[in-house]
């Protein structure tokens, strides 16, 4: 634009920093749609993260250009609102399908996701997206699970170490105390020394007899001689 006037200057740099700051942009055309829908549709899609905002389809395609997106100007035919998020993309792309589903005059023509200027299909797909809710709940359970795994085998060591003293305990008592008490091939007591081994004291009786005896023997000989 030659020349510009300062209000229109004003516009372009507040589309341009909408562009900027918000997560994604999606693009209608509200044709019919009355000022008292207009209203309804902004609260609504404001619960989620979207400001529905109407400019000159001129001072937009400027803004557009300046932000790097001069592919969006195909987009800009016809009156044109603009969402822009700053919360759950795919949460403001539902609303606005949900919206159009039951006020066809309501059309969706495509967007920026990012920095990339998306259509009308990739627009609706956006829309079938899980909210950033779902996710982050699919994202916890995913999390949790493996935890819940850790948590019910910790859970079942003391058990089954429980279980195997008991049969342990059950076994040795099924054995008996002799089987308790050595290892199996083994003998179940060692033999007392001093019941396998003769008594010194009766050894050396025994030996003093059997002296006595061959003496009394040898002086019963002599005598016999003489």
Same mark, same amino acid.
């Given at each position: 634009?030659?020349?510009?006037?300062?209000?229109?200057?004003?516009?372009?740099?507040?589309?341009?920093?909408?562009?900027?700051?918000?997560?994604?942009?999606?693009?209608?055309? @509200?044709?019919?749609?009355?000022?008292?829908?207009?209203?309804?549709?902004?609260?609504?899609?404001?619960?989620?993260?979207?400001?529905?905002?109407?400019?000159?389809?001129?001072?937009?395609?400027?803004?557009?250009?300046?932000?790097?997106? $001069?592919?969006?100007?195909?987009?800009?035919?016809?009156?044109? $609102?603009? $969402?822009?998020?700053?919360? &759950?993309? !795919?949460?403001? !792309?539902?609303?606005?399908?949900? @919206?159009?589903?039951?006020?066809?005059?309501?059309?969706?023509?495509? =967007?920026?996701? =990012? &920095?990339?200027?998306?259509?009308?299909?990739?627009?609706?797909?956006?829309?079938?997206?899980?909210?950033?809710?779902?996710?982050? !709940?699919?994202? !916890?359970?995913?999390?949790a699970a493996p935890m819940q795994q850790m948590?019910?085998?910790?859970?079942?060591?003391?058990?089954?170490?429980? @279980?195997?003293?008991?049969?342990?305990?059950?076994?040795?008592?099924?054995? =008996?105390?002799?089987?308790?008490?050595?290892?199996?091939?083994?003998? $179940?007591?060692?033999?007392?020394?001093?019941?396998?081994?003769? &008594?010194?004291?009766a050894t050396d009786t025994a030996d003093d007899?059997?002296?006595?005896?061959?003496?009394?023997?040898?002086?019963?000989?002599?005598?016999?001689?003489?």
């Open positions: 634009m030659d020349n510009p006037r300062p209000e229109k200057v004003a516009v372009v740099e507040e589309v341009r920093e909408h562009f900027s700051e918000a997560n994604a942009a999606i693009l209608t055309e @509200y044709r019919g749609l009355t000022v008292k829908d207009l209203a309804g549709l902004r609260r609504l899609l404001r619960s989620n993260g979207g400001e529905y905002k109407i400019y000159k389809n001129t001072l937009v395609a400027l803004a557009a250009r300046q932000s790097g997106l $001069a592919d969006l100007e195909p987009l800009l035919e016809g009156p044109t $609102a603009i $969402a822009f998020v700053t919360g &759950d993309a !795919a949460a403001v !792309a539902k609303t606005l399908r949900d @919206y159009s589903r039951t006020n066809p005059l309501l059309v969706i023509k495509g =967007g920026v996701l =990012g &920095d990339r200027v998306i259509g009308s299909p990739e627009t609706a797909a956006l829309a079938d997206l899980p909210s950033r809710e779902v996710l982050l !709940a699919q994202l !916890a359970g995913a999390i948590a019910g085998l910790l859970q079942a060591l003391p058990r089954n170490l429980a @279980y195997g003293l008991a049969a342990l305990r059950d076994k040795l008592e099924s054995e =008996g105390p002799s089987s308790a008490a050595a290892p199996d091939g083994a003998p $179940a007591t060692e033999p007392d020394a001093a019941a396998t081994e003769p &008594d010194a004291a007899e059997a002296a006595d005896e061959a003496a009394e023997s040898t002086d019963q000989e002599s005598t016999e001689t003489e």
